[in-house]
């Protein structure tokens, strides 16, 4: 079993991910058993500045220290549970020597599985203006839809004020249901939770469309991956 490397941004997303490795991977390990973890941690705050700034290469620089650390830790391959600063990968994949898991691919992946053929795209303003997404689906031959500008302004606030920090308000579920239910009706058949917060709030539940939701797939993504030992 290979060694799985986190490199954390926001708290609350890099604990669901962790947390979805630990109790997910005991059905194909047996009672209790998942590959061994490391994450790392730069302060959140320093993320944030960086961000406000537009400056990727700052954030590369930031998860290129966790990914050394990582690497010096003998990880066998990389994750970042963090949708928004996968735009920075490009740039502090130069830098190390493991090979990353990236999100949108993973997401991408299963789309394409499931069938679904036009998404909506949930995340950050950073997240949803990026390629981050667009380039994976148009690989894939799926078609996206991101929410508009004052939808962006508003999920980005939940997400920033509140998801990241623990808080779920109804005000804030009941907000992104709307834009779901708006997707859904300019033909969008399932919607990415592009933040990795945001499946602590949506689901399959209580959305009106099928969710695909990242932080999952990503730590699903990475228990096969330790399990072929493929590097």
């Known amino acids: 079993m290979q060694h799985i490397g986190i490199v954390a941004c926001s708290a609350e997303g890099a604990a669901l991910c962790y947390r979805t490795i630990c109790t997910e991977a005991p059905s194909l390990l047996g009672p209790r058993a998942h590959p ?35 690497e010096d830790a003998g990880v066998d391959f990389l994750i970042c549970p963090d949708n928004t600063i996968h735009q920075a990968l490009p740039l502090a994949e130069v830098g190390t020597k493991r090979r990353w898991v990236h999100i949108a691919e993973v997401v991408a992946v299963e789309a394409k599985a499931r069938g679904f053929r036009k998404l909506g795209i949930l995340g950050t303003r950073w997240l949803v203006v990026s390629d981050v997404y667009p380039e994976k689906l148009s690989a894939h031959g799926i078609a996206y839809l991101r929410p508009n500008d004052d939808e962006r302004l508003e999920i980005n606030r939940i997400i920033m004020d509140e998801l990241v920090a623990g808080v779920f308000k109804p005000e804030g579920i009941a907000y992104h249901q709307r834009v779901i239910a708006r997707m859904k009706q300019e033909g969008c058949d399932a919607v990415v939770l592009g933040c990795t917060e945001i499946p602590l709030t949506i689901n399959d539940a209580n959305s009106s469309l099928p969710t695909l939701d990242s932080t999952r797939l990503l730590a699903r993504a990475a228990i096969k991956r330790a399990l072929s030992g493929d590097r």
């Open 36 to 70: 061994t973890v490391t994450l790392h941690s730069q302060s959140f705050a320093a993320y944030v500045e960086c961000l406000e700034r537009e400056d990727w290469h700052g954030v590369a620089a930031l998860m290129l220290a966790s990914a050394r650390v990582l």
